[in-house]
């Protein structure tokens, strides 16, 4: 007899809760032998043409893309939870760490115009995320989105960014709570540190408490996420207290004289500070990967992520004036800005409140960040993209245990060596990429469905939004490369040529059903915009790390992640058709056409 909790898998069944043997990770046709492999691997370029050109649906994702984790992930939450999440997701080592660098050495007081810059591109982004989230409420967040819109290939590439951006920032925050740390106990966050002289200055100072930590962190992700969401309501309520006395206590301490000059960099510096300070945005689209354990996600969603996002970019600004008006820029300290400047001011005392603060913020922001990241890897692996393994959630706890201690080993190698500047700018790359995707793939959904876009408006959508990217880039790579005007009088109205011709020419395919997003198609177009201008202000090493991290994902996709996903694509096609030729037959035998129709009834192994 089966139990309910037993899984089926290829017609046996597999031993009650999670294993550990070969065909948990590679369990498709190409990988049962050598010969199936080989004969898989010369047919990859009609495989990748077919993974390329092949779209999910809304259906797929909700009910057997979801149905592969063996167990329901629990429905435990609800707006209110979904926003403390997200203000706890936001709110951390961005705010408290990157204020003070990108103030003293890219912005000065302007910083806080940056912080605007961010915000608007992370809530043009939280529209997009919000109005798929509601119609395709799983936890695979913006690379299920992805895969129903643009297909397995490029959802693939944005799911490895998204992981490495899961990872990036957990381990720089990982790396920022060491630094609070010391300053609550007086200390150079050295002093917590290991330095191995002999190895490259951005990667010796060894971090142990940073894994601590995340360990500490994980295990509560793990036992529950209605758990979780308490802890993070209680820790993120304590740390808005803190915020609130940082900016009290700080602006009776102003000095206005500090704010002059208030652009020292110029408006350079200001865009420059924008792309990196975008990091202390990341963390929202977390909360889209919650929408599966989510009550209500038509009411729950957009209340829970815009209200967070609103709340957050308001206090990221005030603290951004706060910290400046207390300190010349000059004298902003990049570990630990706001406890230094209390301490400038006198009231060394404050310095301590400030750094618990920061430490209840960060300890929130990785939370949610182990939280989302794992129910990423869970919705990837369900494609078979990522060996299944990663897609086991526990029976008892109603968690993606495999996931999320996978995922931080991860996290812990890169916050034990890397140092904080070089995880900030990859992250940075990481993000933008995907919201620039996600806007993409909105455009996309409302413009084109298969049997309703005729021939001839496809073509007009392509011409729009190649108009669009291209004039985006146009714009990013001119800002990147010049002082001067002329790229943008000829970039900028290129833009909006093609959003106008998106607007009048294209009609729309779909509607939402539930929730959409205001102003189509020119609020993910601007989305986009602004996501690629940023782009260009990040620094060229950065670009490189990213074109290496994605090439090792084109590798890791080309030689495993194709077969594995292109096996079980076709699987469920091929059982899909089994269930409606079963249907068809049966819809006659209950008409009278008894015998004949029933020997026609497919027989599955």
């Not at 939870?81 to 007081?109: C, Q, Y």
């Not at 913006?142 to 643009?150: D, I, K, N, P």
């Not at 129709?597 to 192994?605: C, H």
Request: charged share 15%; net charge neutral.
């Amino acid at each position: 007899m089966v139990t309910p909790n037993a899984a089926v898998n290829n017609g046996g069944v597999r031993r009650r809760g999670c294993t550990f043997q070969r065909n948990d990770f590679f369990p498709e046709e190409s990988f049962k032998n050598w010969k199936n492999y080989s004969r898989a691997f010369l047919e990859t370029p009609f495989r990748l043409k077919d993974r390329v050109l092949t779209r999910s649906s809304d259906q797929t994702e909700l009910v057997e893309v979801k149905s592969r984790s063996n167990h329901e992930m629990k429905k435990t939450l609800n707006w209110w939870d979904l926003m403390w999440f997200g203000i706890g997701a936001v709110i951390g080592s961005g705010i408290f760490v990157l204020t003070g660098l990108e103030a003293r050495e890219e912005a000065g007081p302007a910083v806080v115009l940056s912080y605007v810059v961010s915000g608007i591109s992370a809530l043009l982004s939280v529209f997009c995320y919000t109005e798929f989230a509601v119609e395709i409420p799983v936890a695979g967040g913006s690379f299920a989105y992805l895969r129903v819109e643009l297909g397995d290939f490029v959802a693939f590439i944005a799911a490895g960014n998204i992981l490495l951006e899961y990872v990036i920032g957990g381990a720089a925050v990982a790396r920022s709570w060491t630094s609070y740390f010391a300053t609550l106990c007086n200390k150079n966050p050295d002093d917590f540190r290991i330095i191995v002289h002999k190895m490259s200055s951005d990667y010796n100072h060894l971090d142990p408490i940073a894994i601590g930590v995340l360990i500490a962190i994980s295990i509560l992700a793990m036992y529950s996420t209605k758990g979780s969401s308490i802890f993070n309501y209680i820790a993120s309520v304590f740390h808005l207290i803190v915020i609130a006395f940082i900016i009290i206590a700080g602006l009776t301490q102003a000095n206005t004289e500090n704010y002059s000059p208030f652009a020292p960099f110029k408006v350079r510096g200001v865009f420059h500070a924008s792309a990196v300070l975008f990091f202390a945005y990341v963390g929202f689209d977390a909360v889209s990967t919650m929408a599966e354990e989510t009550k209500n996600p038509a009411r729950d969603i957009p209340i829970g992520l815009v209200g967070s996002m609103v709340i957050t970019t308001f206090a990221y600004c005030l603290m951004a004036v706060t910290l400046c008006l207390m300190q010349p820029y000059q004298n902003i300290d990049i570990n630990a800005p706001f406890s230094v400047a209390f301490s400038a001011v006198g009231m060394d005392w404050a310095k301590y409140i400030v750094a618990l603060g920061a430490l209840k913020g960060m300890s929130t922001v990785l939370l949610v960040s182990v939280v989302g990241q794992a129910r990423y890897l869970t919705h990837i692996a369900r494609t078979h993209m990522m060996p299944p393994w990663f897609a086991h959630v526990d029976d008892r706890t109603g968690t993606p245990i495999n996931a999320t201690i996978s995922m931080l080993a991860a996290t812990a190698v890169i916050a034990f060596f890397t140092d904080l500047g070089i995880l900030s700018n990859l992250l940075s790359i990481s993000t933008l990429f995907i919201f620039m995707l996600v806007a993409l793939a909105l455009l996309v959904r409302r413009y084109y469905a298969t049997g309703v876009t005729t021939k001839v408006n496809r073509i007009k959508l392509i011409v729009a939004l190649v108009l669009i990217l291209g004039s985006s880039a146009g714009i990013s790579a001119y800002w990147a490369t010049s002082d001067g005007w002329i790229g943008f009088a000829i970039a900028v109205p290129l833009w909006f040529i093609g959003t106008a011709f998106l607007c009048i020419a294209v009609p729309k395919a779909k509607e939402p059903k539930l929730w959409g997003v205001p102003l189509v198609p020119w609020l993910p177009s601007l989305s986009i915009a602004i996501n690629i201008f940023l782009l260009g202000s990040i620094d060229k090493k950065s670009f490189i790390r990213f074109g290496v991290w994605t090439g090792f994902l084109l590798i890791y996709y080309i030689f495993l992640g194709l077969h594995a996903s292109y096996d079980t694509a076709k699987e469920f096609d091929q059982r899909k058709n089994n269930t409606v030729e079963v249907d068809k037959v049966w819809n006659k035998v209950e008409e009278g056409f008894v015998e004949e129709e029933v020997s026609k009834v497919p027989v599955s192994n």
